[in-house]
């Protein structure tokens, strides 16, 4: 079991910069591949960034690619998203993902465990 909590989100200026959070518990996430996705206002869930469980692996969506980072400390269980340059249409409910296996997947439905989100808005 793998519990997780997302946090730093809110409401940025286009070109600025946010920093998302998940904090996670349980005895498997240091072996747990972790995700981040987002969904937006009447459009499905998408895949943002994943990142293997060591951190030797890390994937982004063409999207943000250049423009967010993922990391993770498993000492801390936790795992990050930075993100700059941001534009309106980042604009979603961002959620942390784990899955039981050490790569990482682009597919939601390859994850096990969920966070509740955090909002990220970005005006223009």
């Given at each position: 079991?793998?519990?997780?909590?997302?946090?730093?989100?809110?409401?940025?200026?286009?070109?600025?910069?946010?920093?998302?959070?998940?904090?996670?518990?349980?005895?498997?996430?240091?072996?747990?591949?972790?995700?981040?996705?987002?969904?937006?206002?009447?459009?499905?869930?998408?895949?943002?960034?994943?990142?293997s469980w060591r951190?030797?692996?890390?994937?982004?969506?063409?999207?943000?690619?250049?423009?967010?980072?993922?990391?993770?400390?498993?000492?801390?269980?936790?795992?990050?998203?930075?993100?700059?340059?941001?534009?309106?249409?980042?604009?979603?409910?961002?959620?942390?993902?784990?899955?039981?296996?050490?790569?990482?997947?682009?597919?939601?439905?390859?994850?096990?465990?969920?966070?509740?989100g955090t909002q990220?808005?970005?005006?223009?």
């Amino acid at each position: 079991q793998v519990q997780l909590v997302e946090s730093g989100g809110g409401l940025v200026q286009a070109g600025n910069s946010l920093r998302l959070s998940c904090a996670a518990s349980g005895r498997s996430f240091s072996s747990s591949a972790m995700g981040w996705f987002r969904q937006a206002p009447g459009k499905e869930r998408e895949f943002v960034a994943t990142i293997s469980w060591r951190g030797g692996s890390i994937y982004y969506a063409d999207s943000v690619k250049g423009r967010f980072t993922i990391s993770r400390d498993n000492a801390k269980n936790m795992v990050y998203l930075q993100m700059n340059s941001l534009k309106p249409e980042d604009t979603a409910v961002y959620y942390c993902a784990a899955r039981g296996a050490l790569s990482g997947s682009v597919r939601t439905t390859e994850y096990d465990y969920w966070g509740q989100g955090t909002q990220v808005t970005v005006s223009s």
